[in-house]
């Protein structure tokens, strides 16, 4: 009996002493998505968007129901099928620009990208509303 009192007791300690260093320390640096301005999570989305690379022919767009209905893309690339969402917050209306069957092409690093339908090219540039002078990390 005193044995598992000391083995809950323990437990206790080290619990309290993990979320002293949790909150105090600020090993959660990051506040969760629902504590984040709109322009942080609008930068963030952008972040992801420039991070991405299309180099290939759109097999499928839809909206995902099992991924909060985002609106999703499959490109066949030649690493193979690259899906994304990253149309979920843009504000430009890019992906109603594009439809299955077009090739899609956009750099690491840019926003710009370049849909080739039936041999003719539009070039779109994704926005998102990020206002990068207002977020502080």
Known sequence: MKKSWIIVLGVIFVLLVVFHFMFSRKILTRAPFSLRTPNELRCWEQKQARGTLFNGVIVSKYRDE???????IEVNDP?????S?????EKTRAYEDIHEGDSLFK?????EMTI???GNSQVKVLEY???EDAVGD
């Open 79 to 83: 690493q193979g099928i690259i899906k």
């Open 66 to 72: 099992r991924n909060h209905n985002h609106k999703t």
């Open 107 to 111: 750099p690491v690093g840019e926003l």
């Open 85 to 89: 969402t990253i149309f979920v917050a």
């Open 129 to 131: 509303g990020c206002k």
């Open 116 to 118: 080739v339908r039936n």
